[in-house]
């Protein structure tokens, strides 16, 4: 079992930046490819970026590349997400995500999933 919880997110007006942080418990994180989605209200929940095991690899979707990195550091159990230059259309709720499969993950198949933490960019 994992267990992930979110935190950072919040207001911020457009243009601006947020880091958001995931802490993982329970279960050899370095074992876990780790990802981020995000669902804005009305809408299904979509895929983010993902980072593979040792962080050696990541995936962005085309509408955050350029903007967003993503990072984990396996001896705090904790994947980080940064976001510059953020539009209104990147508001929602973002959900961090873990699996044992760097392709599942991608694909929404994920193992174990946070609550989730509200990000609200205004315009």
């Known amino acids: 079992q994992v267990q992930l919880v979110e935190s950072g997110g919040g207001l911020v007006h457009a243009g601006g930046s947020l880091r958001l942080s995931c802490a993982a418990s329970?279960?050899?994180?370095?074992?876990?490819?780790m990802g981020w989605f995000r669902q804005a209200p009305g809408k299904e929940r979509e895929f983010v970026v993902a980072?593979?095991?040792?962080?050696?690899?990541?995936v962005y979707a085309d509408s955050v590349k350029g903007r967003f990195t993503i990072s984990r550091d396996n001896g705090k159990n904790t994947v980080y997400l940064q976001m510059n230059s953020l539009k209104p259309e990147d508001t929602g709720v973002y959900y961090c995500?873990?699996?044992?499969?760097?392709?599942?993950?991608?694909?929404?198949?994920?193992?174990?999933w946070g609550q989730g933490t509200q990000v609200t960019v205004s315009s």
């Open positions: 995500a873990a699996d044992a499969q760097f392709a599942q993950l991608q694909r929404g198949r994920c193992d174990y």
């Open positions: 329970g279960s050899t994180f370095s074992r876990y490819s």
């Open positions: 980072i593979s095991r040792s962080g050696g690899s990541s």
